[in-house]
């Protein structure tokens, strides 16, 4: 089984739009495999996709799920594991888990999904203060941050490959996601922001380049290595969004020699948070989807299953250039071939 974490440090760098189309992707390319998607972002983008997409009422179906007892999602797992935080209960995952292909036929039938909830945020104070409890001979932290790890060995290993989106934040429902993962997909744009939120992230996930030893001791990277457990290894950088028209010298490709530049300093010094050896194998680069992204996600819908031409969304017609589908389409396949 591989799980994959969908992560960065800044928001807005397209990590759930890009989980969305690989995870069908792949899916559809591994008709055999069963894919369980985890969502740990409280906006819950990644469900609604899923679920339908603005056409396809998928935050309707979300609410659904919500109003379940237990609650369908994520938040509802955690509510059962707030009573007893630091032992494993015995649950039924089938009582948390939806397939949306139920709800949205345009996703493959092998995916399944743990959805994600807002009330997840309302938890997280609680969560966190149960992290840090001092219990004698209990690792409160630890069983705390192994949460979704438990939910994941619930299953029985009936999945071929876990997928979770989390939170731009490094809030306590993001460590758990994070903790949970053994390879970690940064999606990246080429603003000096998203340079900065990478370097955050060696920093936050593997304690690179802290500031200052002081944090050392508490930090998320320590506190697992302390423990004998891994840590999340940097499997993908994802440069996203680029124009359709970089140029050797322009702005864009500057700030992304920048952001090459200091990867390679890092994998030199520090290989061993890498899955891979070399820049290049460990880069993809995706295109502005432009209108072809914005149609797909409005339908919940796969770029294979998109057709180009014209679409009516909520009312107005917009069109999908075939060219820019066969970019879209390609971009995704190189991205899923790295997997």
């Not at 649950?91 to 139920?102: C, E, G, L």
């Not at 060995?153 to 939170?167: C, G, H, R």
Request: charged residues 20%; aromatic residues 8%.
């Amino acid at each position: 089984m591989s799980i994959y974490a969908f992560w960065n440090n800044k928001g807005g760098t397209g990590k759930t739009s890009l989980a969305f189309q690989a995870l069908c992707r792949k899916a559809e390319l591994n008709p055999t495999h069963r894919i369980l998607v985890i969502d740990l972002c409280p906006q819950a983008n990644l469900s609604e996709l899923l679920l339908g997409g603005l056409v396809g009422r998928g935050g309707h179906h979300l609410i659904g799920l919500h109003n379940h007892s237990p609650r369908k999602s994520v938040g509802g797992y955690f509510e059962q594991r707030l009573p007893t935080p630091f032992t494993v209960p015995n649950i039924n995952v089938a009582d948390f888990i939806s397939t949306p292909h139920d709800y949205n036929t345009n996703i493959p039938s092998n995916i399944d999904l743990l959805a994600g909830d807002p009330i997840v945020e309302l938890q997280a104070n609680a969560i966190a203060t149960l992290s840090n409890t001092q219990i004698p001979q209990t690792k409160t932290w630890l069983a705390v941050i192994d949460w979704i790890r438990d939910f994941i060995t619930a299953t029985n290993n009936v999945y071929d490959d876990v997928f979770i989106d989390s939170n731009p934040s490094f809030s306590i429902y993001t460590q758990i996601a994070l903790s949970s993962a053994d390879k970690l997909v940064l999606p990246v744009m080429a603003d000096d922001s998203s340079r900065r939120a990478i370097l955050n992230m060696f920093s936050l996930v593997h304690g690179i380049n802290v500031p200052s030893a002081d944090y050392q001791s508490y930090s998320f990277p320590s506190k697992l290595r302390d423990e004998g457990r891994s840590l999340p290894l940097i499997h993908l950088i994802v440069k996203n969004r680029l124009t359709q028209y970089v140029v050797a010298a322009s702005a864009y490709s500057a700030v992304l020699r920048s952001i090459d530049e200091d990867v390679e300093d890092i994998l030199t010094r520090h290989p061993e948070v890498f899955t891979f050896t070399t820049l290049s194998s460990g880069t993809a680069e995706v295109r502005d989807f432009q209108t072809t992204g914005v149609v797909a996600l409005a339908k919940g819908l796969p770029f294979s299953g998109l057709s180009s031409g014209r679409h009516r969304i909520m009312g107005r017609v917009t069109k999908v250039k075939d060219d820019y589908l066969i970019n879209c389409r390609q971009a995704i396949d190189d991205l899923v071939a790295k997997l």
